[in-house]
């Protein structure tokens, strides 16, 4: 299994606080990525990176940021959580973009109160 | 851009019978097609994929098919087994452009 590690696996929060969540990886691969999944909706792109610093919009990226730092990292901040960002967020992986497959994390289970 | 839609959205099927999901896509420039399975409250991961050039691959007891022409891939699942109940997603991309994913499939297998 690919070496991805997501905190925290579990947060409340409520209405209007900061919240960052965190994938790291061991992996040494070039791109990353943010996916929210909700019932209907399948895996969404929110957030990706191609490298250090090298960062880009999905298709859901409204009230969210992202940073990545170092190849290892990359973070995922609601910069004011609401209740539409109650969700499963998934990071994943991959060596190349698009013809290459993901590796997802296990997952980071956030509900906003 | 690239759109992906799956059928059906759920699925039932007595466990040793074969379960087929279908996938569409809009851009016929997508080269690369990823089937992931999901178990309950685990990750996604990746139990096949296709790329263009290839019409068909087979992993035991799971196959992927492609027609470019009408645009569609399938997933086939043959003599299912309790453990292949999860969600199924399909997903599409051509060249650098990234992933995208179908809604999904729940696949139940009754025993």
């Known amino acids: 299994d690919a070496g991805i590690t997501q905190s925290p696996r579990h947060k409340v929060t409520e209405t209007g606080t900061p919240v960052t969540l965190r994938c790291h990886q061991t992996?040494?691969?070039?791109?990353m990525y943010w996916y929210r999944q909700d019932p209907g909706h399948g895996l969404r792109l929110i957030h990706y990176s191609y490298g250090v610093k090298d960062t880009d919009k999905g298709e859901v990226s409204d009230g969210y940021s992202v940073s990545r730092s170092k190849t290892e990292d990359f973070l995922l901040t609601l910069e004011s959580a609401t209740s539409s960002q109650t969700s499963v967020y998934f990071c994943?992986?991959?060596?190349?973009?698009?013809?290459?497959?993901?590796?997802f994390g296990n997952g980071t289970r956030l509900t906003v109160t | 851009g690239e759109n992906v839609e799956q059928h059906p959205s759920t699925l039932s099927v007595q466990e040793g019978d074969s379960a087929v999901i279908k996938c569409t896509y809009s851009?016929?420039?997508?080269?690369?097609f990823p089937w992931y399975k999901q178990e309950l409250g685990k990750r996604p991961q990746l139990i096949i994929d296709i790329r263009s050039n290839v019409g068909e691959k087979k992993d035991q007891r799971i196959a992927v098919t492609l027609n470019k022409t009408a645009k569609h891939f399938s997933l086939h699942i043959t003599e299912t087994q309790p453990e292949d109940s999860a969600v199924y997603f399909c997903?599409?991309?051509?060249?650098?452009?990234?992933?995208?994913f179908g809604q999904g499939t729940r696949l139940t297998i009754n025993p």
């Open positions: 997903a599409a991309s051509r060249g650098a452009q990234k992933l995208v």
């Open positions: 994943a992986i991959s060596e190349s973009v698009g013809s290459s497959p993901l590796h």
């Open positions: 851009d016929s420039a997508s080269n690369y």
């Open positions: 992996e040494n691969h070039r791109y």
